[in-house]
Structure formats: C-alpha cells, structure tokens
C-alpha cells in the first residue's frame, strides 16, 4: 500500500471535508491557535453526537436511538468508543488539554470493558462454541445499554457474528498499545485468550455477518463470509504475542495464536475474495476488511480488485449499497416480519438503499494511501449528503427511494432523487456513521495522523510493523529467499550409523540434550493449559492438532528447549504413514508449505524423525533419496540446509511458553526417548525385508449362522490376513468392539491386524479394519473447506446410492457421522478411501486448482467410481482400488483429473464417462442454463426434478453462485456418468439454438430427457439405415459417438430440438423456422 510521501502531512479541509490538500507541520506555532480550537470543536462535537448517548452503567452506545434506545449493538459501540479514542489521541499533542485527553481515553476503556463485561459474562457460551462453532452457542452481539444483559434468545436474533469479536480484538489491541490500560485481571487475560480460539475458526464458520442477516435471501440461513474471516484473521494478526497488560505486563498476560489457524483463515479469505460470499458478489462491508481499521490484505493486486468490484458494481449518487438486491430500509420492505418471502428479493432490485457511510471509510482509505484525488473525489460525494444542524454535521444512515419514483428508478438508475433518513429531523442520530466521520474529519483536518490512529501500522506491511516482544512469534511476512531449516532425527544409534554409511547426517535424541524431541500431541497437551480458568468454567484451548507452521517452531517450556516433529511422523490411528511413498510425497508437499506459507519470523524447523521402520520397507530407496536431497541445499525447488540442531537454532523461530510456569510440578510432559539396540546395521544389507502379502477374501455368509464361539475357533485356524478381518467383522457386528477373545478385546485384534497389514503393505485389510475401528484421519475438516470456500460442492456417498451434500463447513464429529451413515452400509473399506479421497481433492485444489475447472459439486463416490474406470483403461482389468498403496490412490487420482495429460487414449464414451462422474461442464454452462431459463415459463425437467422458472429468475442472478449451484443439483438426479455429460452437450445445443434465435421461446416445460430419447431414436434410424443394425434399448452406441463430427450425437440432438419446434412446443414471433448455423 502507498504511503504518504512525508511523515508530517497533514491534510487541511473545511468542516464538510472539502478542500483536501497537503498542509504544513502537524502544530507549528503559527497554526497552534487554529488547532487548538479545530479540537476544540471536535470535542463538542463528539459530547454532543456521541458520548451524552453512552449508557453511564455499562458504557455502551445504542445502535437505533429512534426504535430501540436501550438496545446496544457492540459494533456499533466499538465505532463510538473509537471516534473517542482517536480524539483523544489528537489532544495528546496539546500542552494543556483540560484533561481532555483522559477523559476521552476513558470512555473508550469504559465501553471495551463494558462489552467484556458483557461478554464475560456468557463464558460458557465460548467454551460450548469452541467445539460446536454454532449459532445457539455463539456470543450475544446485542445487550441492554444500562444492565449488560441479554435482550433476545440465541433462536430470536443472529448472534452469530464473527467480525464483532474479530472487531474488538483489533481495537482492544489499537487501544492499549497507545497506553490505555483495559484489561485488569487474570481471569479477563484468560478469557480473552479464549476469545482468540472463539475466531481461529472462523475459516469454517458460516455466520450471519455485519449485516446481521446471514445469506442475502435474508431466510435466516448462514453463509461463509470474507468480512468474517478478514477480521479473524486480522484479530490473530494483532493480538499474536501481544500483552494485554502493556508495558506493566508479566509473562502470564501474554495472548498466544496458533500460527496454522492463522494461515488458514489467511488462505481461506484470500481465495473467497474478491466475493463476500456464495450469495453475495460483493458487498460494502469489504472496504472496513482491506481498509480502515482492518487493513486485512496486503496483496496489491487482489486489494484492487475488491475495491474496485465493490465501487463497481454498489456505489451511486447518495452512498454505496450495502449489497445488490437488499430490502432494507426501502419502502417496499415489511418491517414487521424477520424474514423475507421466496421471491421477495426481486422487488428490492435497482432500488437499494445507498449508504453515505462508505463514502467516508472512502474518504479515510484515500488519507490512508496518501491519494489526494480519492479523498477530494469522496469528499465531493459526501459533501451534499451532509446535514448542518446546532449540534454539527448529521450523517444519514441511508437515502432511500419514495413509493412514487420506485417505477421511474427501475426504468432508469440513478435518475430518481433519493430521501434521507430521518436523523436529522428526529435527532436519532446514526451514532456508527457519526463516529466514523468524526475519525476522517480528525485525519482530513490534520488533527491526527495515521500512524497516531493505527498504533500497530497494520497499514504497513508486516515487515514495517513493531513488534511486541522478542520472546515470542511475530507475523514479519514472507521472504523470497527463505530458507527451511531440516534437522534429522534417527530413533536409534544404530540406525544413525547406517544412514552415516550414505552420508546422512542425523542425531539421536541423547546427542541433542538437554534439548527434548516433543511429538505433536505432547505439545497440543501443552497448550491445553492455556486460558484455563476454573472460575469462568474455560477449558483452556481446544484438542486440536498442532500443524505443520506451529511444530516449526522451536518452543522454551521452563527452561527447557523443544523441538517438535510433525504429525505426518506421528506413529497416528490412521495408517497413511505407513506407505513411504506417500510419506516421501507429504515431505515434499510439507517444505513447499513451510516455504510458501511462513510468514514467522526467524526460520521454520523440519525436524524429521526417521524410524527403522522406514527402512524396512520396499521404498527404501527413495526414502535415502530424499535424505541425501536435503544435502544439495534444495529439495524440491524449496531452499532447505540440513544441519546439527545446536548450529540451527541461533536463526529459527523460537516461542516462549511461559503460561506452563503454572503447570503443576506433577504434570510431566514426555519426550522422545532413544531406541536402544544391541546390534548395529552396517549397511542396508543387514536391514530385513518385509514381504508384502495379498490375501484372498473368504465367503463370511455361513459365518453369520455359526455361534459366536464357533466363530472364534474358524479364527484360530486361519492365517489370511483379509479373512481373519471379515471374520472379526461378523463378531464386531454381533458382540461390539469389548468382547474378549482370550487376553485381547476384538478392537485389541482389529488395531494389530491392521498394523501389521500395512507394514506387509496388504492395503485393502488396511482400510478394512480402519472402516471397522472408526478410524478417522485429522485435518478432515479444513480439505473440505478448501473446497468449499473455492465455491464447490462436496457430496460423501457410495456411487449409486444416496449423498449427502455438504455446502457449509462442519466439525470433524459431524463428518465422521455422515460417512459412517453414507458409506458404511455399502462398503466399510469406502469408508477409509473417502476420507483418503477427501484429504487429496483438498490438497490438489488448493496447490492446482485449476484440475478442478468445470467442477461445481465434487462427488467423493462418483470421483472414485471415475478412477475405477480410469484404472480399467490403464490397466486394461479390472482392478480393486482399495488395494492400491495410498499413493498410489494420489496418483491416479492426479492422472484422472488431467485428463488431457496423454497417459493414455480415450474414446468417447469414456470421455464421458469421466467427465459425467467429475460433474465437469463447459466454462460458460450455467450462464447458458440461465439464458434457456429465462425463454422456457414452464421451467425444466431432468430426471423427473422440475427447475421452475419462477421463483429461480427472481430469487437469484445469473452470475450468482447459488444459481450454478441449482443446476447441479437439479443434474445430480441423473445416475449415469455418461447419460449427465449427454445432457451437458443437449443444454449447449438448446442455448445455441436459442441465441441464434432470439424470437424463439418454449410454451412448456422443456423434458430434457424426452430430448435425449429422441436425438437416441434418430440415431438409431441412421444406424438401421446405414450400418444395418437393429434397434437397441441400450445407448451405449450413443454414448460413444463423438459429438461434433457428420452423424455426431451433437446433430441428433439438434434435431430432437428443431423437431419439438415443428411440432409447436416453442413459440416464434416471426413465421419462420429457427436455425442452430
């Protein structure tokens, strides 16, 4: 972002914010007079408009002085309390300031204190929202102004509002690092320390945003939203080692930030932009995220593009809409009901009202870039708009069109006067637009500066921001030539030897003391003592896996040093470690992560554990590969320099954990302890091999009509790996997971075979019992959001039965229960590869999404069924996909979704047959899917799904996500892979149709299969004819005709249309027959 050219311009206005131009010195002596009393005025001002509102119990400002005086919003109050603040800021430079300065200074603290009191006050709401990311345990975002108490139920008002809490934090931060002193105790540090993991989840929580009415049908339903997640992100930023003490503070009133919370959010909001959300293109609320006070993005180019899309497409004459086709404070609105009717949208269209508000954050965003044309361009705007009353400068909330020009306003934008609000007749000021105008006022007047303003310089990049401690992280931004530092861990002496004997460097956990080897767990144990506060009933943060960013951090934890390896060399529940190939991929994929996405200061640390086990292996030569690479100083394009970890730890990122000081003596934490091993290995030669064993399945039907004990003595006597599996399975269902079996439990049985298997690399016996044991694979959650928030679809089902589709982010718990409910009957092994599936699709969209072009909904069934019949064409057999190693899974998954990569050739048929089961359209198919829409009254019909003309135009735009999404669902009723990509092409042939012919409409409901049957029927007349075939029920033939050739399926089903118009199903204004050349 520009900055201001000198430190000391200042921008001179008059008292409407009119002539922006670069002034002198902030207060030189000849401009001291005149500054003295511009502050003055802004003080009255400020008495006048905003602080006599402040409720003298709580210290909260009401949001709606003309409906609802007792009601306090905590936006709104935030703004107010920050109008204050930033006076008071400006009086600090002022000799004799008439205690102005605290005083001011102190109606800010006693507004965020009285919102913590609020908040504080629902304690067990943040402990519940932590785990459930629900609305019915989110916190209150509105209260009583005089009692703090809650006004409407969690199911009567939409709490559920991230940004309000991403919003204070900021502030919260702003406020004391100019010295104000807000926070008081330990149990307030602790709780705000727990209103950091309210918001790290924000990435995955849909909400109802600033607007306070979730998606822009207004029908109560939540959304993802980029404000949101800015502001969460934002927060995390700010409040990253931060006191909340100050500069009195001690070590235990230090917030902590998991770094990989952090980076989601980051992602997440980067990918959801220039988009509000799936329902919004954009929305006004975006210009507070990437500018004043959030300055949530630094990427130039993409900060661009959002404000001029939002500039684009909501600003007019009298503000910007607050997004397109919103209802309120229009006179066609029904005040009386909370939500809208279906349809109802369409009557607020072009008829929005426009909000003077974003014409002042314009304003202040101008200052900000040192943009004098943006600013006076703004000022020129808001100027008219204003109201001069004895009080000072009214801002109206919104301008908005009477009942009588609503007609003339549709026919022609813009070209109608609009009506303000009644503030400035009924004195119920707008206090948040007051507030705001009050802070660019101080700015354009050169009353206060921006580095006075945002104390932390987010406005800055982060490399230019101070930080707060060197005893802990800082977010400095990433650096182009960062180099990663890799450390190797051998388990044992002997196993350091051997890899010696190749030139691998490695130490063993002795060598290393008195500096421990932590795994992920121990440290995610570790951090479950932060925030605990037995008082407020706080859990301290939530059993979630530390990530790649945060176990690349060297950690001091009373006095002792830590280095901790990632969970991808975690001995887990789930088995995916325990094919090396995919390992050695993950390593790869894990140093590209640290380097792209480390913005940390001081290095990043891979410590690398190397069992003996992953030398027994048939990939052991590539695993000593992979070490030997880290040798050359790059390892995948990544620049990496592996080292002994005394010699590495002067330039890593080291975090002081000093809330553990508190931990009880008793509690111990354990580390990584060294192997010991009588023998040595000399040389791979010595190392044993493990044979991979293929077992045969077993018919289990007899086995469900033998007694249990019977059962058990079939077991004893059989050594087949998969059909000692089957038969624990016949006694799982029967007896459950506890019954015992001499001296093991059947669970016992089941977690051995299933090691064992995959040290003998017998993969489907691996899934098969990981499906029995419920096993579940972390970081679920986040790759279905990856997709999520890339405006996908994801479906978790078999192939052929029924799905579940999931449109909105959800936790683990409810994940694993739609894949037991949707997989489980069919197939227990599915289970185990969807959640392998999952975990791929959500790495490859986001490190290649372009794979995924054309793809709406991802349908986990049918892109497995898809790679089946892509291993039949590469294989030329049929071959079980569960007994492939699981990177072997990523590959063909990789070779499917390329599909014009050249592996191998395809006809058409199984052209379509990967397309229909990838769900895989035209760039512009839904746009065309529109266009027929809006010509077909009687809507469409697939598959007996009936897509209604009416309400779908006028709930929805053709641009709009949640339309393509419509189509989709509508197609998601056809169950053959092939016969969905036949109805692909019959829509792009009704579209053509239909563009060359402009006159053309259809008089009913279009059948589109009727279409299909008839094109088919059509094809056959010519196949009987010329190839002399006899008629066939199966479309195979079909399917498997190229379609833009002579006699293509194209032609045919260009006739089915054009026969259908000769028979009087469509109307033609003209007397003449439509054309498709």
């Not at 919370?261 to 959300?277: G, K, M, Q």
């Not at 380097?595 to 990043?604: C, E, N, Q, V």
């Not at 554990?609 to 790059?634: C, M, Q, W």
């Not at 709406?856 to 892509?870: D, F, N, T, V």
């Amino acid at each position: 972002m520009a900055r201001p050219s000198r430190r000391n311009e200042v921008f001179l206005a008059d008292s409407r914010l009119g002539n922006f131009k670069p002034g002198s010195k902030m207060v030189d002596d000849e401009n001291y007079a005149e500054h003295v009393r511009k502050l003055g005025e802004a003080y009255v001002t400020v008495k006048r408009q905003i602080l006599c509102h402040q409720s003298s119990t709580t210290g909260l400002f009401p949001c709606n002085l003309a409906e609802a005086p007792h009601e306090a919003h905590i936006r709104d109050s935030i703004y107010c309390a920050s109008a204050a603040w930033a006076l008071s800021l400006a009086y600090r430079k002022i000799d004799n300031d008439k205690g102005r300065t605290y005083e001011l200074g102190q109606s800010a603290v006693k507004c965020m204190r009285g919102i913590l009191f609020c908040w504080i006050r629902q304690a067990d709401k943040v402990e519940k929202f932590k785990l459930s990311q629900s609305a019915s345990t989110a916190l209150h975002s509105k209260f009583h102004m005089t009692t703090g108490d809650t006004l409407a139920g969690d199911e009567e008002y939409n709490h559920l509002q991230i940004d309000c809490v991403g919003l204070f934090l900021l502030f919260l931060v702003q406020m004391i690092s100019s010295g104000l002193q807000i926070i008081y105790t330990t149990d307030e540090v602790n709780f705000i320390q727990n209103l950091v993991y309210y918001v790290e989840r924000a990435y995955r929580t849909p909400d109802y945003g600033m607007w306070e009415r979730g998606s822009k049908y207004n029908n109560g339903s939540t959304e993802l939203h980029a404000s949101s997640i800015g502001m969460a992100k934002v927060a995390l930023e700010a409040i990253n080692g931060f006191n909340l003490f100050g500069d009195k503070g001690a070590a235990w009133s230090v917030i902590y930030v998991d770094v990989d919370a952090h980076n989601r959010n980051r992602t997440i909001f980067d990918c959801v932009l220039p988009r509000e959300s799936n329902s919004k293109n954009t929305d006004a609320c975006l210009i507070p995220t990437v500018s004043w006070p959030a300055f949530a993005i630094h990427d130039e180019e993409l900060r661009n593009r959002t404000m001029a899309k939002a500039v684009r497409k909501l600003q007019g004459q009298y503000g910007f809409k607050r997004f397109l086709r919103d209802g309120y404070g229009t006179v066609l609105e029904e005040k009386n009901r909370k939500y809208y009717k279906p349809t109802e949208i369409k009557t607020f269209d072009g008829i929005e009202c426009e909000w003077p508000l974003f014409f002042i954050f314009m304003v202040i965003d101008g200052v900000f870039k040192g943009s004098a044309d943006q600013v006076e361009k703004y000022q020129n705007l808001l100027q008219p708009l204003l109201a001069e009353t004895s009080d000072g400068v009214v801002v109206p909330k919104y301008y908005y069109i009477s009942q009588e020009c609503i007609e003339a306003e549709r026919a022609k934008p813009g070209s109608q006067i609009r009506i303000p609000s009644m503030e400035e007749e009924t004195g119920h000021l707008f206090l948040l637009g007051q507030a705001v105008y009050m802070v660019s006022k101080l700015l354009v007047d050169g009353l206060l500066h921006i580095t006075e303003l945002d104390v932390i310089k987010r406005h800055l990049p982060a490399a230019a921001r101070p930080r707060h401690s060197i005893r802990y992280s800082f977010f400095q931004g990433r650096t182009s030539d960062l180099v990663v530092q890799i450390v190797l861990i051998a388990e044992s002496v002997r196993l350091q030897q051997m890899l010696a004997t190749y030139g691998i460097l490695s130490q063993t956990p002795h060598q290393i003391e008195p500096i421990e080897v932590w795994s992920p767990n121990e440290l995610t144990k570790a951090f479950g003592f932060l925030g605990v506060n037995k008082k407020l009933g706080l859990s301290g943060r939530p059993m979630r896996p530390v990530g790649g960013l945060g176990t690349s951090k060297l950690y001091y934890v009373c006095g002792h040093l830590v280095v901790c390896y990632p969970l991808l060399f975690e001995v887990s529940d789930f088995y995916l470690s325990q094919d090396m190939n995919l390992v050695i991929d993950d390593v790869k994929s894990d140093l590209v992560f640290l380097a792209k996405r480390w913005k940390l200061s001081g290095r990043p640390t891979f410590c690398m554990l190397v069992r003996e086990e992953n030398i027994r292996g048939p990939n052991t030569r590539e695993y000593l590969d992979l070490l030997a690479e880290f040798k050359t100083g790059s390892c995948g394009g990544v620049n990496v320099r592996l080292g002994r970890l005394q010699t590495l730890i002067s330039a890593a990122c080291v975090e002081n954990l000093d809330f553990l000081q508190s931990v009880p003596d008793t509690y111990t934490f354990k580390y990584v302890d060294e192997l010991s091993m009588k023998s040595s290995f000399r040389s791979l030669t010595d190392v044993s091999r493990l044979a991979k064993l293929d077992d045969e399945p077993i018919d289990i039907q007899p086995l469900k009509f033998m007694s249990s004990y019977d059962i058990v003595q079939r077991l004893y006597h059989t050594d087949n790996m998969f059909a000692q599996t089957q038969i624990l399975s016949v006694l799982l269902e029967r007896e459950g997971l506890d019954y015992r079996i001499e001296d093991s439990t059947i669970k016992d049985r089941l977690d051995r075979l299933l090691r064992k298997a995959g040290v003998h690399q017998n993969w489907h016996v691996v899934r098969f019992c990981a499906g029995l044991l419920k096993k579940m694979v972390d970081s679920l959650a986040p790759s279905l959001t990856a997709m999520l928030v890339r405006g996908k679809q994801a479906t978790i089902g078999v192939f052929g039965h029924e799905e579940k589709v999931i449109d909105k982010p959800m936790p683990p718990f409810k994940i694993k229960a739609i894949l037991y409910s949707t997989t489980g009957p069919y197939d227990v092994s599915d289970i185990a590869l969807q959640q392998e599936m999952i975990l791929n699709i959500g790495k490859y969209i986001s490190t290649s999404p372009e794979l995924f072009e054309g793809i709406l909904k991802i349908r986990i069934g049918w892109i497995i069924e898809a790679m089946r019949r892509e291993l039949c064409i590469i294989e030329d057999k049929d071959v079980s996909i569960y007994s492939m190693p699981p990177s072997e899974v990523r590959k063909l998954l990789l070779i499917t979704l390329a599909r014009f990569g050249g592996q191998v050739e395809r006809t058409p048929l199984q052209t379509r047959q990967l397309d229909g089961a990838f769900n895989r359209v035209p760039r512009d198919f839904y746009d065309r899917v529109w266009r027929i829409l809006e010509k077909t009254p009687g809507g469409l019909k697939v598959c007996g799904y009936h897509l209604p003309q009416q309400p779908t135009l006028s709930d929805m735009t053709m641009y709009e996500m949640n339309f393509s999404l419509l189509v989709e669902h509508m197609l998601s009723n056809i169950t053959d892979p092939a016969y969905r990509q036949i109805m692909v092409e019959l829509f792009m042939v009704v579209s053509t149709l239909l563009d060359r012919n402009p006159e053309v409409q259809f008089l009913s409901a279009v059948d589109m299969d009727k279409l299909v049957q008839q094109g088919f029927d059509e094809f056959q007349k010519d196949q009987s004819r010329l190839e002399v075939q006899e008629k066939q029920d199966d479309m195979l033939t079909f399917f498997n005709t190229a379609p833009n050739v002579k006699r293509g399926t194209t032609s045919y089903l260009a006739k089915a249309v054009v026969n259908n118009l000769m028979q009087g199903a469509v109307r033609s204004s003209q007397d003449e027959f439509c054309s498709i050349s």
